[in-house]
C-alpha cells in the first residue's frame, strides 16, 4: 500500500474528512455504544418505512405471501424500472440535454456557470458574494455544497454560510460533518442536541423536548431568511426542457432559501438533468418512499428562473438574481466507462445506505467522505481518486442489499466489484485508466496468487504442496496479519480431503 | 475584489462537455415509455376516464389529514365564512392574501365587521423587500388558491405568480388554502397532465402536502419547522355549479 490507511485511532466524535483512514475509523466507531445505537434504530426506522411502501428488502417474492406485499412488491418493480429507464435515457444524451438545459436557462434570465473542480465552484461562489459584497449565506440542504466544502472555503474569505436544514444546521454547530445524505443528524441523540443547544444557542436552557429544539432552531434561522442577501442550495432534478430546478423536501428551508433572498444560488452535479418535465413524476415517486417512506414530501419546488419584474404585472418576491453551478468533479470519468457510467444514475435517496449492514454499524462519518454508505463508496473513488478511497469497495459483505433497494437499479454490488478490482490492476489495453486506478495494488499478494494459480493448474505441484504443507502444518504461524484480528489462525490439514476419502475407500 | 469570470466558466463548460461528448453513446437510448407508470397506482388518472372529482374528496381528505393538514367543507357560498371561522378561532389578527386572489371581494364583505376592529386584510400589493420584516414578524396567516389538489396524496398543486406571490404559503405560520373540488385528481401525474404547466412554464410551481415538519431529531416528527406550523385547506364543493368559485 501506498499510503497510510491505519494511522491514527481518532477520538470520537468522528469529524475528520480522510477516507485513508478508513479502517482506523471503523474500529472507534464499533467501539462507540451510542453511535451504534443511534444508527441501528434509525436504519430500522427508515427500512420500515420504505417497507410499507414497497415490501422488504430481502429475498425474492414469496409466491404464497401476503398480496399487499406482492402487491407493493410488484408496484415497486414496475416503478423502478421506469426510473432505471428514465436516468439511463437521460445520461445516455447527457451532453445535449446539459446545453439544452443551459439554453433554456439562460433564455429565462438564469446565470448559468460550470466548473470542473470544487476549487472552480468556490471561486463562482465568491465571486458572487463579493459582486453583492455578501458577508453571509443561508444555506439549504446540499451534499454538492459539502462536496466543495463551501463552508470551510468561503470562511476563509470572511463569509459566513449557515446551514438551515434542521439536521444541517445541528451538525454544523457540532462543528462536524452530515453522517447521513438524507438525515444529517442521524448519529446523534435528543440530549446531545439539547446539549448544543443549550450551549450554543443564546437564552436557551437544556430541553429534551423535541418540539420546543425545533421551535428554537425556527426562531434563530428565521431572522436569517428574512435578513440573508443570498440563498444557496441544492438541486434533486434538472429539467432541460423546460429549464428548471427541481427541490424537494419537508422543512421549507429550502423554500426559505430560494424564495425570500435578493440572490438564489444553487448548485448541483452535472448528472441530475432529466429531458421532460414528466420524467420528474417517476423519480419523484421512488425518491420520497425510498428515503424517508413517505409517499410525498411536504414540498415539491419546480423553480423555473427568477423573479419576472417586466411586463404588465411583475412578480413581487422569489430571488431576483438566480444562479447555477453545474459541477462535474470526477463526475465525466464515471460517464467514460459504460461499466461505471450506472453510478451517476443514482438520485441520492439513500435507501443503499438504510439497507446495509456495514453501514449501520459504523455510521456515516467513518466513511471520512462527502457520500458515505454503498453509493458513496461507488462515487467517491471518481470525486477524489481511487487512492485515498481505495479501502472503501471493500467495506461490503457484498449482500446485495444496496442493489436490491436502489430505487434507479444500480448494479451497486458490481460496482464494487470493479472498483476492487481497478484498484488492484492496471487499466485494461484501450482503456484509460481511472484516477488513481492499480494504487492498493500488492507485489506481495500477486506473488502470492500467481503461485497459487501456479501450484493449482498442476496436478502433480498440487500433490506435492498439500502433502508437504500437511507435514508441516506445525510451522503455521500463529499470527497471520488480518486474518488472526478476529478469527482462529488456518492451518492445514494434516491430511488432505481427498487422501482422506481414499483412506476411508470412498475415491 | 474576485470578478464573476465569465471566461472560466466558459472553458470549464467547453471541457466537460468535451469529456462528455468523447464517451457519450453514438445513438441515445430510446425515449423511455410512461405507460407502465401511468397504468401504475403512483401514476394513476392520466390515462383513460378521469376519476369523477366528488370520488376523489373523501380519500383527498384522509390523505390531507394524515399529513396533519386541517381540512373544512364548505360551499360555493360560505366559504369565506370558513375562512373567517378559521381566522377567529385562532384569534389571527394580520391575513395576507395576493391581489390576485379570485374571491377577494366576496372575502372582503365577509371580514368587513372585522376590518379595523382586530383584524386586517394586508394585500400583498408591493415587492418583499417594501414589507420584509411585516410579513415575517406581523403577519399571521396568508391566503392561496390552489390550482389542483391530488387525491392519492393529499396534496395542494400551487402556481404562485404576481397575484398570489410565493410567500405567502411559506412565511406566515398559518397557510389557508382555498380548493374548489371540482380541482380534485387521482395523481400527481393526472394534476400536471390536466393543468399542462410545461406549456408555459410559471417561475414557480410548487406541491404542498401538510404543514413543514422535520424528523430531524432522532426521528421524531416536529411539525412547523422552517415554513406554516398549520395548513388549513378549505375544499369547497363546486361540483353542482356552473363556473368555478376560484376562477
Known amino acids: ?507 | 475584489m474576485t470578478l464573476l469570470d465569465a471566461t472560466a466558466s466558459a472553458a470549464a463548460r467547453r471541457a466537460i462537455l468535451a469529456r462528455l461528448r468523447g464517451a457519450a453513446p453514438a445513438q441515445p437510448l430510446p425515449t423511455p415509455d410512461l405507460a407502465p407508470f401511468f397504468q401504475s397506482p403512483f401514476g394513476r388518472g392520466v390515462q383513460g376516464e378521469r376519476p369523477a372529482p366528488a370520488d376523489l374528496i373523501a380519500p383527498f381528505e384522509a390523505a390531507a389529514r394524515g399529513w396533519r393538514a386541517e381540512v373544512l367543507h364548505a360551499s360555493p357560498a360560505n366559504w369565506p365564512a370558513a375562512v373567517q371561522q378559521v381566522l377567529q378561532q385562532r384569534g389571527c389578527r394580520h391575513l395576507a392574501v395576493g391581489q390576485g386572489f379570485p374571491g377577494l371581494h366576496a372575502l372582503t364583505a365577509q371580514l368587513a365587521p372585522q376590518l379595523g376592529h382586530g383584524l386586517t386584510l394586508h394585500p400583498f400589493a408591493s415587492p418583499l423587500e417594501d414589507w420584509k420584516p411585516q410579513l415575517f414578524d406581523q403577519i399571521d396567516a396568508g391566503l392561496t388558491c390552489a390550482a389542483a389538489g391530488v387525491a392519492d396524496t393529499g396534496s395542494l398543486v400551487l402556481q404562485p405568480g404576481p397575484g398570489e406571490p410565493r410567500t405567502l404559503s411559506l412565511v406566515p405560520p398559518l397557510h389557508i388554502a382555498v380548493l374548489p373540488a371540482r380541482r380534485l385528481y387521482a395523481s400527481l401525474a393526472a394534476a400536471w397532465s390536466a393543468l399542462q404547466p410545461q406549456a408555459d412554464m410559471p417561475t414557480n410551481l410548487l406541491l404542498i402536502s401538510g404543514p413543514s415538519k422535520t424528523a430531524d431529531i432522532q426521528q421524531v416528527l416536529a411539525f412547523g419547522a422552517h415554513g406554516p406550523k398549520e395548513l388549513v385547506i378549505v375544499l369547497v364543493n363546486d361540483l353542482q355549479n356552473d363556473s368555478e368559485v376560484c376562477a
Not at chain 1, 82 to 96: C, F, N, W
Not at chain 1, 203 to 215: K, M, P
Open chain 1, 1 to 507: 500500500m501506498n499510503t497510510p490507511h491505519t494511522k491514527p485511532v481518532h477520538e470520537a466524535p468522528l469529524t475528520f474528512v480522510d477516507p485513508r483512514h478508513f479502517k482506523a475509523n471503523t474500529q472507534v466507531a464499533v467501539d462507540d455504544a451510542h453511535l451504534r445505537k443511534s444508527f441501528r434504530s434509525a436504519m430500522d426506522f427508515l427500512q420500515t418505512k420504505r417497507a410499507a411502501h414497497f415490501g422488504t428488502a430481502q429475498g425474492a417474492l414469496p409466491p404464497d405471501g401476503p398480496a399487499e406485499v406482492r402487491d407493493a412488491k410488484t408496484a415497486f418493480e414496475t416503478l423502478r424500472r421506469q426510473g432505471e429507464a428514465i436516468r439511463q435515457y437521460s445520461l445516455s444524451k447527457l451532453p445535449d440535454l446539459l446545453e439544452q438545459l443551459d439554453a433554456q436557462l439562460t433564455a429565462r434570465g438564469v446565470q448559468v456557470h460550470w466548473a470542473s473542480t470544487p476549487a472552480e465552484a468556490n471561486a463562482l461562489f465568491l465571486a458572487i458574494a463579493q459582486q453583492h459584497g455578501a458577508r453571509g449565506m443561508v444555506k439549504g440542504k446540499s451534499m454538492v455544497s459539502e462536496e466543495i466544502e463551501l463552508n470551510h472555503r468561503m470562511a476563509e474569505h470572511g463569509i459566513t454560510c449557515l446551514e438551515s436544514d434542521m439536521g444541517e444546521y445541528i451538525v454544523q454547530l457540532a462543528g462536524e460533518r452530515p453522517s447521513h445524505i438524507i438525515m444529517p443528524a442521524i448519529h446523534k441523540t435528543k440530549q446531545q442536541i439539547a446539549e448544543l443547544f443549550a450551549q450554543h444557542i443564546p437564552g436557551t436552557s437544556y430541553t429534551e423536548d423535541v418540539d420546543e429544539l425545533i421551535a428554537t432552531g425556527r426562531r434563530v434561522l428565521r431572522h436569517e431568511f428574512r435578513d440573508a442577501k443570498i440563498g444557496v442550495s441544492g438541486v434533486n432534478f434538472l429539467v432541460a426542457e423546460t429549464g428548471s430546478l427541481v427541490l424537494v423536501e419537508n422543512e421549507g428551508n429550502g423554500r426559505m432559501c430560494t424564495t425570500v433572498p435578493e440572490v438564489h444560488i444553487a448548485i448541483t452535479g452535472i448528472e441530475k438533468v432529466v429531458e421532460k418535465l414528466e420524467h420528474v413524476l417517476p423519480l419523484y415517486a421512488l425518491l420520497t418512499r425510498s428515503a424517508t417512506g413517505q409517499a410525498v414530501t411536504t414540498y415539491l419546488n419546480v423553480i423555473t428562473g427568477p423573479r419576472r419584474v417586466q411586463g404588465e404585472a411583475p412578480e413581487l418576491d422569489g430571488p431576483r438574481e438566480l444562479h447555477l453551478i453545474l459541477l462535474d468533479n470526477g463526475r465525466s470519468q464515471a460517464y467514460r466507462e459504460a461499466d461505471f457510467r450506472p453510478t451517476l444514475q443514482c438520485i441520492r435517496c439513500g435507501a443503499c445506505m438504510n439497507h446495509c449492514p456495514v453501514y449501520a454499524r459504523i455510521g456515516g462519518l467513518a466513511y471520512g467522505t462527502t457520500y458515505p454508505g454503498p453509493i458513496g463508496s461507488i462515487i467517491s473513488p471518481h470525486l477524489m481518486g481511487l487512492d485515498p478511497t481505495q479501502d472503501l469497495p471493500t467495506a461490503s459483505s457484498l449482500c446485495g442489499a444496496c442493489g436490491e433497494v436502489c430505487p434507479v437499479g444500480i448494479p451497486i454490488p458490481e460496482l464494487l466489484m470493479q472498483l476492487r478490482h481497478a484498484a488492484k490492476h492496471e487499466a485494461e489495453p484501450g482503456h484509460a485508466p481511472l484516477a488513481g486506478q492499480a494504487s492498493a495494488r500488492d507485489w506481495k499478494e500477486e506473488a502470492a496468487w500467481k503461485t497459487w494459480a501456479k501450484l493449482s493448474s498442476s496436478p502433480t505441484l498440487y500433490r506435492n504442496f498439500v502433502g508437504l504443507a500437511g507435514r508441516l502444518s506445525w510451522l503455521t504461524p500463529p499470527w497471520q496479519a488480518g486474518w488472526t484480528a478476529h478469527r482462529t489462525p488456518l492451518k492445514p490439514a494434516s491430511q488432505s480431503l481427498r487422501a482422506r476419502l481414499k483412506g476411508a475407500g470412498l475415491e
